[in-house]
């Protein structure tokens, strides 16, 4: 099979700082890939290397065959959804025109009057929310439902990819969990590849297909679930897993 992203000895440096070191690796259609290190260990820089919003040192980074460096912005934003922490929805715009705006700026077709409302409506009860939801500003919703509305409008222009950086942090832990739910429903329902980044080994193992533990600007192992468990690569690694195993002690959550 063909990935849908390659990183191909991809290095990237700020200043005299290498966040990223002759980084390969191939992501495959319809993997939801957990991302997981110490805070600046390169994990949001990766994902920006994927939808353009930084460029590589030296090596190339192919979506769908085709180096990112090669292809059009506004085209890669369409194919690549991407949902943040602090989720970014236009303040004076509202949740229907939030949604609704990468498939309006992009020209795509059917996105207009009727048509809009009906897609924006569809999304909105995929990513868990009330329909009526569309005609509010995003100051007159709590955190989580602004999440989910990011995740919506990631969502909108049909991306073959979603690039998801620590979306859950900011929300509660019951939110958390539904969320976490949420989006594995949609992973499986839609077949979208899921790049996910995130700094907490439970979500990492709950979540992912594959999971990639990142430190040094290096991959430290990468992974089903089960496999960084029992057969951690690095010293690294069986020190995040250990991790886990405490707090399972705490929640009574061993369910992987
Ligand atoms: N635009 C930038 N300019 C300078 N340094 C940056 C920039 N972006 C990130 N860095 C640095 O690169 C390192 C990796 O950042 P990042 O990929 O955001 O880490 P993570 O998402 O894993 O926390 C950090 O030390 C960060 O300070
Ligand atoms: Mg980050």
Known sequence: MEPIIRFEQVSKSFGDQAVLRDFSLDVFPGEFLTIIGRSGCGKTTALKLVN???????????????????????????????VIQSIGLFPHMTVEKNIAYVPSISGMAGWKGQDRREKVSALLTQVGLDPA??????????????????????????????????????VDEITRGQLQEEIQTIHRENGITILFVT??????????????????????????????????????????????????????????
């Open 52 to 82: 353009g919003l930084i460029s590589p040192d030296s090596g190339r980074i192919l979506v769908q065959g085709k180096d990112v460096a090669e292809s059009d912005p506004v085209a890669l934003r369409r194919r690549i959804g991407y």
């Open 133 to 170: 939801l569309a005609s509010r500003y995003p100051r007159a919703l709590s955190g989580g439902q602004r999440q989910r509305v990011g995740i919506a409008r990631a969502l909108a222009a049909g991306p073959e990819i979603l690039l998801m950086d620590e979306p859950f942090g900011a």
């Open 199 to 256: 700094h907490d080994i439970d979500e990492a193992l709950k979540l992912g297909t594959r999971v990639l533990v990142l430190d040094q600007g290096q991959i430290q192992q990468c992974d089903a679930p089960t496999a960084v468990l029992r057969q951690p690569a690095t010293k690294f690694v069986a020190d995040l897993v250990n991790q886990q195993r405490r707090s399972c002690v705490y929640t009574d959550d061993c369910s992987i």
